[in-house]
């Protein structure tokens, strides 16, 4: 949903300047594949949080 959209927006921009300010975490989240794309760092550990978040919905697990 929209709403759904803007809280993950949200999200993004907050964990982005997170890990702007602590690259050591944004490191650990990230692989050397995906730490070597064309994103900065803290945009990659951005995406593997949100793709957490996204795989613990409900509505993932249980696909109703």
């Not at 760092?41 to 949080?49: F, G």
């Not at 949100?50 to 249980?62: M, S």
């Amino acid at each position: 949903s929209e709403e759904e959209l803007r809280i993950l927006q949200a999200y993004a921009q907050s964990i982005i300047k997170e890990f702007n300010q602590d690259p050591a975490a944004a490191k650990s989240l990230t692989s050397p594949a995906l730490a070597k794309a064309t994103t900065s760092l803290p945009e990659a550990a951005a995406l593997v949080a949100i793709a957490r978040v996204v795989f613990n919905t409900d509505n993932f697990i249980t696909r109703e």
